[in-house]
């Protein structure tokens, strides 16, 4: 399957009559967009209100709380749309061609749906953790219904976030791109004749699904109702694959970090140099030992049958998923293939506990993101979107994380993105 992206530059975002791109500046009418957003019936029920700001690299700005981090694009050449089974209708994406409007998000924020939502700080130290510091961003602040169950909020905005990227990635369908990629995987058969010599490998991407606010969608499915399966790698570039949680900030993984997983384009970066990238198994994280038995079996069946060299595992979250990385690992090694992992720690705040919940002397290829009890002190900005009132509630934060000064004192747990477990950040360890 071959796919195209068209890269187009945003370099600012500014609020007009009329929504457009030109010159490297998107302009937008924030009014327009919050009317096509506030279709959808849900929005609408569980909405009570929604408006816009920007927030660009550099300023005195926090966001939070976070929710989601979505990259506007438009599929303009090939079959399916933008976050199929969700928005476009269920057709398999992943070929043809997509823009992409590059260095800018949708930002989700506003009163807290669970209490492991994030913070970006746009400057100071806090910036220096997370990526999304270094793009535009356009946030989309909203505000619950009353007495609407968390659940049903997280939904409503999760869409109303895609929406607004949909409507605003269509703006790119007839722009020339600064940048054009082409990526490509060949079938079994075909790839095994093309690169004879070269290393089998593929990625099994775990995917966070333990539960109520805790959901990954693949094609608008739950992933928790599906079993250890295989997707091209196209698919997961190509808006396949949306989160739909609200695991710890630090190692969350927003639907920006699918839509640009680092695993999947270091892979592509040497698949016909170094190895043969032959696929992505996409594989639950399960509450119950019988689940979680279940998937790591069907994840190492699945690589002993494509015959596999080597695999690179990531994980989302901590604790309970270390278990089913750790059998997933452990079962793969056992089918003789070799494995490396991608994962966080929480290791206290001294570094000094047991960074992960579960361990095996097969697991000895390990790539940490970091350590996400590390504490730190995020200055005051001078301009807070969406509401500090949660600051002290989020995960990693404490009874007085918010100071009397406008500081926060809390682990890096509660910036988004800090310690990724995609290698989606700047923290690791050797």
């Known amino acids: 399957m071959k796919l195209q992206l068209g890269f187009i530059e945003i370099r600012d975002i500014r609020f007009s009559e009329e929504t457009k791109v030109e010159g490297g500046v998107l302009s937008v009418n924030a009014d327009e967009v919050l009317a096509h957003v506030f279709q959808d019936e849900e929005v609408k029920a569980c909405i009570k209100k929604a408006h816009f700001d920007i927030a660009r690299p550099g300023e005195s700005v926090r966001i939070t709380p976070v929710k989601d981090v979505i990259e506007p694009r438009v599929k303009v050449e090939g079959p399916g749309g933008q976050f199929p089974g969700v928005i476009a209708k269920v057709d398999t ?3 043809g061609r997509t823009h992409v409007l590059r260095g800018m998000a949708v930002v989700t924020a506003g009163p807290i749906v669970g209490f492991q939502e994030g913070i970006i700080d746009m400057s100071g130290p806090g910036a220096e953790y997370t990526g999304f510091s270094k793009l535009v961003n356009l946030v989309l602040v909203c505000e619950p219904a009353d007495d609407i169950q ?3 909020y997280e939904r409503a905005v999760r869409v ?3 929406r607004a990227a949909v409507y605003i990635g269509e703006f790119a369908r007839d722009i020339q791109p600064d940048e054009v990629k082409e990526f490509e995987t060949f079938g079994i058969k075909e790839g095994m004749e093309k690169f004879p010599a070269l290393p089998r490998v593929a990625y099994v991407h775990m995917l966070q699904s333990q539960g109520l606010l805790h959901d990954t969608y693949v094609y608008g499915v739950d992933a928790k109702r599906s079993l250890t399966t295989i997707l091209l790698p196209t698919e997961t570039m190509d808006g396949a694959i949306i989160s739909g949680n609200c695991v710890s900030a630090c190692d969350k993984n927003t639907t920006y970090h699918h839509q640009n997983n680092p695993v999947v384009a270091d892979l592509f970066e040497e698949h016909g140099k170094t190895l043969n990238y032959v696929c992505n198994i996409i ?10 038995m279940r998937s790591s079996d069907w994840t190492a069946k699945l690589c002993r049958l494509l015959d596999l060299d080597g695999v690179i595992v990531s994980q989302e979250g901590f604790g309970n998923p270390d278990t089913d ?12 293939i070799k494995t490396a992992i991608i994962t966080d720690e929480y290791a206290g705040q001294d570094g000094k506990s047991q960074s992960l919940a579960d361990a095996d002397p097969l697991a000895d290829a390990v790539v940490t993101g970091g350590n996400a009890n590390q504490v730190i002190v995020l200055p005051k900005m ?6 500090l009132d949660y600051v002290d509630k989020i995960a990693g934060g404490h009874a ?3 100071r009397d000064d406008g500081s926060i004192e809390a682990e890096i747990q509660v910036i988004t993105g800090a310690t990724n477990e995609m290698g989606f950040g700047y923290l690791s360890a050797r």
């Open 150 to 152: 968390p659940h049903e």
């Open 160 to 162: 109303a976030g895609l």
């Open 382 to 387: 001078d301009k807070v979107i969406g509401t």
């Open 93 to 95: 994406v992943g070929s």
């Open 400 to 402: 007085g994380s918010l």
């Open 325 to 336: 990385l750790i059998m997933n690992t452990r079962k793969i090694e056992q089918q003789g």
């Open 283 to 292: 594989t639950n994280e399960n509450v119950y030992l019988a689940d979680k």
